[in-house]
């Protein structure tokens, strides 16, 4: 069983940095894609940023300009760097690995935006 352990999440004044970090158990190069989703209160889980295993990458046009995804693969790991974060962003993160017939969720970590 794949395990995905998000860490980085915390709070922080609109305006700050936040990364967000996720290790995987094995290989990420064995997935079609590594992503970013996030679920506020009351709202869908949506998707973030998602990185593809030909190494194509995808925003969520809230995020453009100000999040960027990005991989270590000898580390196992994905990152996503937020800059410019704003109250709106406040949300569980959730790590996502796509393989052939499944998904796979790390836990989710809680960013928090102070106004």
């Known amino acids: 069983q794949v395990q995905l352990v998000e860490s980085g999440g915390g709070l922080v004044q609109a305006g700050g940095s936040l990364r967000l970090s996720c290790a995987a158990s094995?290989?990420?190069?064995?997935?079609?894609?590594m992503g970013w989703y996030r679920q506020a209160p009351g709202k869908q889980r949506e998707l973030v940023a998602v990185i593809r295993g030909g190494g194509s990458i995808n925003y969520a046009d809230s995020v453009k300009g100000r999040f960027t995804i990005s991989r270590d693969n000898a580390k196992n790991t994905v990152y996503l760097q937020m800059n410019s974060l704003k109250p709106e962003d406040t949300a569980v993160y959730y790590c996502n690995a796509e393989a052939f017939l499944t998904d796979y969720w790390g836990q989710g970590t809680q960013v928090t935006v102070s106004s």
């Open positions: 094995e290989s990420i190069l064995r997935f079609l894609g």
